[in-house]
T-cell receptor
Framework: GQQVMQIPQYQHVQEGEDFTTYCNSSTTLSNIQWYKQRPGGHPVFLIQLVKSGEVKKQKRLTFQFGEAKKNSSLHITATQTTDVGTYFCAGPGSNYQLIWGAGTKLIIKP | EAQVTQNPRYLITVTGKKLTVTCSQNMNHEYMSWYRQDPGLGLRQIYYSMNVEVTDKGDVPEGYKVSRKEKRNFPLILESPSPNQTSLYFC?????????????FGPGTRLLVL
């Protein structure tokens, strides 16, 4: 069945370093969504990308959608403690569902 | 305030004792769904509903039931809970179908089945 793979599962960074998470779909996606879940919290919608090759920025966060619309990435520049959490990508599946990546947990080293 | 509410937030129960987790949204969203989240497995969809009286199975529906009698409410029913249903449960809603619109999540219900 359709799958969305996300890597890495964890990433430890020093505060101020950059962070990137990658998402790959087994099928072409009409769009891709990104969510952030803080520790102990619930997923919160960040952004949706729709166009092939689309790049969107939200302050220090840069989101990209691949040309083939099968992969996406989220890059955070100069991480801060407020960035801690798990980042999920999700794409539409068959039957009106959303197929989720397993998430990348961002851990800031003290 | 636009929100999705879930109750209870925490629940400890015993095997076989029927329970219901309620979910309600005040955004007039048509699409609602239930997820469970387990360590290392991300979010897995249990059931979803595209509108009143329209529900369908997600990826892990076994052992769960849902109903959608009103647009705002989408309760999750565990008829005979088992320990493997111990998990963190999230209800979510969106304006349209799950893949095309942002999902708004409730705060979660942490369930422990003994």
């Amino acid at each position: 069945g359709q799958q969305v793979m996300q890597i890495p599962q964890y990433q430890h960074v020093q505060e101020g370093e950059d962070f990137t998470t990658y998402c790959n779909s087994s099928t072409t996606l009409s769009n891709i969504q990104w969510y952030k879940q803080r520790p102990g919290g619930h997923p919160v919608f960040l952004i949706q990308l729709v166009k092939s090759g689309e790049v969107k920025k939200q302050k220090r966060l840069t989101f990209q959608f691949g040309e083939a619309k099968k992969n996406s990435s989220l890059h955070i520049t100069a991480t801060q403690t407020t960035d801690v959490g798990t980042y999920f990508c999700a794409g539409p599946g068959s039957n009106y569902q959303l197929i989720w990546g397993a998430g990348t947990k961002l851990i800031i080293k003290p | 305030e636009a929100q999705v509410t879930q109750n209870p937030r925490y629940l400890i129960t015993v095997t076989g004792k029927k329970l219901t987790v309620t979910c309600s949204q005040n955004m007039n969203h048509e699409y609602m769904s239930w997820y469970r989240q387990d360590p290392g497995l991300g979010l897995r969809q249990i059931y979803y509903s595209m509108n009143v009286e329209v529900t369908d199975k997600g990826d892990v529906p076994e052992g769960y039931k849902v109903s959608r009698k009103e647009k705002r409410n989408f309760p999750l029913i565990l008829e005979s809970p088992s320990p493997n249903q111990t998990s963190l449960y999230f209800c979510a809603s969106s304006l349209g179908t799950g893949g095309s619109h942002a999902q708004y999540f409730g705060p979660g219900t942490r369930l422990l089945v003994l």
